[in-house]
């Protein structure tokens, strides 16, 4: 299976918005600068996590966008989602028709597989992966880069030692 770029840029969007949002409403310019996306890509992909009420929106002069909900209620499947990207592992589309027209041998395995994957990310919210230690040192290091002055830091409190997602 391979999740294409459309879902892992969602994603980490998703991730950065969640980590920046405390601080007031977060552009896309400045997503795009930390994760270096493009801010056309990021426009794209944020209509549709817009109209799945993932994100707000808030115009005018230090708008930008705001998590529709708390982190802890935004599991990374709905973001995949939202952004119709396909965890589907069979050749087939899960369409069944994989072999002249028929389901292959190993289609049920692959399908199976698809299953597990979307349950596993079902499970796993923005919130829990903001409390890991590694994905906030890097978020910290990101921040620093991007305001050019080392000013700019994520809050650390929520560090955890849990093991990572």
């Known amino acids: 299976m ?10 980490t969007a998703m991730l950065d918005l969640a980590l920046h949002g405390d601080q007031g409403p977060v552009s896309l310019a400045d997503i795009s ?5 493009s801010l056309s890509y ?4 944020f209509s549709r ?22 982190a802890s209620d935004v599991f990374i499947a709905e973001v995949v989602d939202a952004v119709s ?3 589907d592992t069979t050749r087939c589309g899960n369409k069944g028709d994989c072999q002249n027209g028929e389901k292959c041998l190993t289609h049920h395995l692959w399908s199976d ?3 597990q994957i979307h ?11 903001m409390n890991k230690r590694e994905i906030l040192q890097v978020a910290d290091r990101q ?5 050019g002055t080392g000013s700019e830091t994520i809050n650390t409190e929520r560090l955890s030692d849990q093991a990572p997602v």
């Open 33 to 37: 600068a930390r994760q270096e996306i």
């Open 85 to 87: 990207e396909s965890l």
């Open 42 to 45: 990021l426009e794209q992909l």
């Open 119 to 129: 349950q596993f990310l079902s499970e796993i919210s923005l919130g829990d992966l």
């Open 2 to 11: 391979k999740l294409t770029t459309k879902g892992r840029y969602a994603v």
């Open 49 to 70: 996590l817009r109209r799945q009420k993932l994100v707000t929106s808030i115009r005018g002069p230090g708008g930008g966008y705001r998590l529709g909900r708390p």
């Open 113 to 115: 597989l698809s299953d």
């Open 143 to 147: 921040s620093r880069r991007h305001s």
